[in-house]
């Protein structure tokens, strides 16, 4: 059973461009949080959905962040005119229920130039 | 409020015991967990326990909760220089949203 995938591992993006994250959870995991590690930093929730809903978005930035987690495909976490402060590790996690076990991914390293 | 807090370092020889402590705050029903993660990686998630037991034991850790003092603590046995890390401890309070709270971590040095 594969773990929690996400891509790219490594995306370099100039300011003003977008970035796209996407995630993959776990077979048979219906439920996808999104979050962000800003350097020596720990880890801020962003984003809870299950498919086609969300449903926490408390952690969200109110501008140029967006979630979705579609019927098919992955989930994508997308930030609009990318700026220096977007920078940081963002991290996938996902969990089979409204259970309270979740299990990430390797992480998106983000980097603004 | 919902805070988790943590010291930043813990140094120790190999072979010794190390203890990583946190300290959370809401009184509510919750899970707490302990994750691990080395240099560049994903977190792996170590063992977790909810705030009605005292102790939980997997192997060489241990996590010891005091809930009257709201302090959770993780002791590794036989400390190995693989366990060379940042360790996370996490809280999630349920409700409506299943989100965790994190601690700023620990790093454990483990010297030969």
């Known amino acids: 059973n594969a773990g929690v995938m996400q891509n790219p591992r490594h995306l370099v993006r100039r300011r003003g461009q977008e970035a796209r994250l996407r995630c993959s959870p776990m077979k048979g995991h219906s439920h996808v949080y999104w979050y962000r590690q800003l350097p020596e930093e720990g880890l801020k929730f962003m984003v809870y959905l299950q498919k086609e809903n969300i449903i926490d978005e408390s952690g969200m930035p109110k501008e140029r962040f967006s979630a979705e987690f579609p019927k098919e495909g992955p989930s994508i976490l997308r930030i609009q005119q990318v700026v220096r402060g977007d920078s940081a590790a963002y991290f996938c996690?996902?969990?089979?229920?409204?259970?309270?076990?979740?299990?990430f991914g390797p992480g998106t390293r983000l980097t603004v130039t | 409020g919902e805070d988790v807090e943590q010291s930043l370092f813990l140094s120790v020889r190999e072979g010794d015991s190390s203890v990583i402590n946190c300290t959370y705050t809401d009184s509510s029903s919750t899970y707490l967990y302990w994750y691990k993660q080395e240099p560049g990686a994903g977190l792996q998630l170590l063992t977790y326990?909810?705030?009605?037991?005292d102790m939980k034991q997997d192997q060489r850790l241990t996590v010891l909760l005091n809930k009257k003092d709201k302090h959770l603590s993780l002791r590794i046995a036989d400390t190995q220089t693989g366990d060379s890390a940042i360790y996370f401890c996490?809280?999630?309070?349920?409700?409506?949203?299943?989100?965790?709270?994190f601690g700023t971590g620990t790093l454990l040095a483990v010297q030969p």
């Open positions: 326990i909810f705030s009605n037991m």
């Open positions: 996690a996902s969990s089979p229920s409204r259970t309270y076990e979740q299990y």
């Open positions: 996490a809280a999630n309070y349920g409700g409506a949203t299943n989100k965790l709270i």
